[in-house]
């Protein structure tokens, strides 16, 4: 049994704080700080529209409201809850790369926002008990609404500092076994296949991945009618280019990753919005990438949620009829979950990206997951370049608990930095889980306040 000794470790608001203190655990205090995202924050309606990249600079003038320039650094801000027994819980209020467009919220003024967080928010949330996850989330997003100048990147942040809050209640620090609970999901938390994205690197960065051999790859960042050419051609090339690399460097028939393309409705555009003309495309891309499974993520953009579903359900059935395997991805319009259940219900796409800071807190990405499950299409647990450490790490321990389709690398578009955060959170925690699980009993170095009112943890494999 844990020490009785009560032993200080800290003091709040000039309140003394106990390593075992079992009472019901509170937020003391919340406090913020502005920081950096690991990528840009770009306007995708001026890229579209023609700004020309100049090194890492685009020129031109911004177009979406929020952005004074093209590219811009991505921020973010990290929320602090002071708990009561002295644990500080972090997350990261983060931003999708290309904020603003189709349906999603502005970008964010970090320090505005951080402002805001420990002006207007901190005051209701004192003294809130978070030894669960679900409530207190649903709670304090209910509390944000309310507030004029926070939104989704708020209840983001905050949402993950509430998770980590929930995982320390339980003792065991493990946020994805708090979800698996709570949801009352069997098992143990299990890996997923990791995707990567290239960014513009799109050739070293495939080396990169199959070096490391990522499961899905390289993303490519089409996002410009040139990467495409006419007719596909420029695409088509690069598909060659990284068959071919496999075949030379995978080492084997062991390995053979799935190719999934963001091509940003390029192709629609290359075909002057034709969903017969998209699917021509499509059948000459996946030529290209056989023997591999290829993924094609909104390959066409229609301009609104109702208007994308019936596109790409036009498209997939076309594809079918001609006996291609190609998947699609749906990823713009999907941006809530009753969104991303109207795209699945219709069966619009194969897989549908959660694109966890877009649907706010990320009690909602655990909800979309199941939702896809439960009709039959792949989730996608993605985000976004622009996001940070702790965001990525949060999401990670969806993707284990839920049994997402892939879960992507982030943050960062440099391969290396976002796939060893992910792989190696997703690898402590299902080692910690599988460990916690065979030594039920008799592991007791951290006290459970399962019986003060969080969820006790519960350890049931299918």
């Avoid at 406090?31 to 023609?50: E, N, T, Y």
Wanted: hydrophobic residues 40%.
């Amino acid at each position: 049994m844990a020490s009785a000794v009560r032993l200080i470790v800290s003091q709040i608001s000039g309140k003394e704080v106990y390593v075992n203190d079992l009472s019901a655990l509170t937020i003391a205090d919340v406090i913020a700080s502005p920081g950096l995202g690991g990528f840009f924050f770009d306007d995708q309606a001026a890229i579209k529209s023609g700004a020309l990249r100049d090194g890492n600079f685009y020129s031109g003038s911004a177009v979406t409201p929020g952005y004074r320039s093209v590219r811009e650094p991505a921020e973010s801000v990290c929320v602090m809850l002071l708990l009561s027994d002295g644990y500080v819980a972090r997350g990261d209020c983060a931003s999708v790369q290309y904020s603003g467009v189709g349906g999603r919220a502005p970008r964010f003024h970090a320090g505005e926002l951080a402002g805001l967080i420990e002006t207007a928010l901190a005051p209701l949330v004192r003294g809130l008990e978070v030894t669960t996850f679900r409530a207190s989330a649903a709670h304090v997003e209910r509390l944000i609404q309310e507030i004029p100048g926070l939104g989704g990147a708020a209840s983001y942040g905050v949402s993950q500092a509430l998770l980590d809050a929930a995982s320390h209640a339980a003792g065991h620090h493990l946020m994805g076994r708090v979800l698996k609970d709570e949801w009352q999901l069997p098992g143990l938390l299990a890996s997923v296949p990791l995707y990567a994205q290239s960014g513009d690197d799109r050739y070293d960065n495939v080396d990169k991945m199959i070096i490391k051999r990522v499961p899905v790859l390289p993303h490519g960042l089409i996002n410009r009618r040139e990467l495409v050419g006419q007719g596909g051609i420029v695409l088509i090339d690069y598909l060659h280019w990284i068959r071919e690399r496999l075949r030379k460097l995978a080492g084997g028939e062991h390995y053979v990753p799935i190719i999934h393309l963001d091509v940003y409705g390029t192709l629609g555009i290359e075909a002057s919005g034709s969903v017969a003309g998209t699917a021509d495309l499509l059948g000459r891309l996946e030529e290209a990438a056989g023997p591999h499974l290829l993924r094609v993520e909104h390959p066409i953009d229609a301009g609104s949620r109702d208007a994308q579903i019936e596109v790409l359900s036009r498209l997939r059935a076309l594809l079918e009829a001609r006996g291609s395997r190609v998947q699609i991805v749906a990823d713009e319009w999907a941006n809530t979950v009753e969104d991303i259940v109207a795209f699945a219900e219709a069966g619009a796409a194969h897989h549908v990206q959660v694109k966890t800071p877009d649907l706010g807190s990320i009690h909602h990405a655990v909800d979309a997951v199941l939702a896809c499950h439960d009709r039959g299409v792949g989730p996608f647990i993605g985000g976004t370049c622009s996001e940070t450490d702790l965001s990525a790490r949060a999401s990670t321990h969806v993707g284990i608990a839920t049994g997402a389709t892939q879960l992507l690398a982030k943050p960062g578009m440099g391969v290396d930095e976002g796939l060893a955060i992910v792989t190696n959170e997703m690898n402590r925690a299902v080692r910690l889980d599988r460990y916690l699980h065979d030594t039920a009993g008799k592991y007791s170095h951290v006290p459970s306040r399962g019986s003060l009112g969080g969820m006790a943890s519960t350890f049931t494999e299918n």
